[in-house]
């Protein structure tokens, strides 16, 4: 779904497959990325409200971070793997493992042009 944050109006939903997890923003917010744990992206045109063709980045996609340029999403994956993606093209770069037994997290809410990733080891 989305909503409007002036009027804090419920909009109609928009269709992005099954099981999304997180939504990222790019920084011009003119893109939403939802993640879906099914391995999947699915772009939406803010603008337009329509969602793009999916990407496929990852084995259980969980979040994205978006470099400050908006050139390069960093899918991070439930098995240990952080995956670029090049959203001009959507083509999905070659897997970074982070280790067995690890989770990784990114985010870029920090100042530009850091975008980070940490993992973190479970038992």
């Known amino acids: 779904m989305s909503i409007d ?8 939903a928009i269709r992005v497959g099954r099981n999304p997890g997180a ?5 011009d917010g003119k893109t939403a990325y939802a993640v879906s744990y099914l ?7 803010l603008p337009s409200r329509t969602p793009g063709q999916v990407i496929r980045a990852g084995k259980a996609p969980v979040t994205m971070a978006i470099t400050p340029d908006g050139s390069t999403g960093y899918v ?14 959507g083509r999905p770069g070659k897997a970074i493992s982070v280790g067995p037994r690890r989770r990784a997290s990114g985010g870029t809410d920090v100042p530009a042009p850091v ?9």
Do not use: W
Request: net charge negative; glycine share 10%; proline share 7%.
């Open 5 to 12: 944050l002036a009027t804090g109006q419920v909009g109609k």
């Open 23 to 27: 939504v990222v923003i790019t920084p």
């Open 39 to 45: 391995h999947a992206l699915t772009p939406v045109d």
């Open 76 to 89: 991070v994956s439930l098995d240990g793997a952080v995956v670029p993606v090049d959203l001009g093209t």
């Open 115 to 123: 975008v980070f990733i940490y993992t973190c080891r479970y038992q």
